[in-house]
């Protein structure tokens, strides 16, 4: 088992995700997802790899919420952008986490790696 370095940042979706005609995607967030190995090598193939959870930053008891991550695209090798349904974003200027973690089947095991981002500002 080894393990992948993951980087994410969210940002506002404002607009219905491409590919999608489904207006519960209108504003849903999108990550855009690096992923290397530890010397810095790009993995490819791990569309279907990503679990992503919210957590939202005004809960009496903070726990994170698991959302499905929907059009994942590797734009680059080793970098993946997609959006998260259901709308997991903003609706005020509040702070929203979200916990990203990713994992690839290796001859060796499971290779596995995460990450946090947040996303403060939401566009409706």
Do not use: C, W
């Amino acid at each position: 088992m080894a393990q992948l370095i993951v980087k994410a940042e969210a940002v506002s979706g404002g607009v219905i995700l491409p590919g999608s005609l489904d207006e519960a995607h209108l504003g849903a967030p999108i990550l855009a997802v690096s992923v290397t190995t530890t010397d810095g090598v790009p993995v490819s193939g791990l569309a279907g790899s990503f679990e992503v959870a919210v957590l939202f930053d005004e809960q009496a008891n903070p726990n994170f919420k698991k959302v499905t991550p929907t059009l994942v695209k590797e734009e680059l090798p080793g970098f993946y952008v997609f959006g998260l349904v259901p709308h997991s974003g903003p609706n005020k200027d509040h702070k929203y986490l979200y916990s990203v973690h990713v994992k690839r089947k290796a001859q060796a095991g499971t290779d596995e790696g995460q990450t946090l981002t947040s996303l403060t500002r939401f566009l409706p």
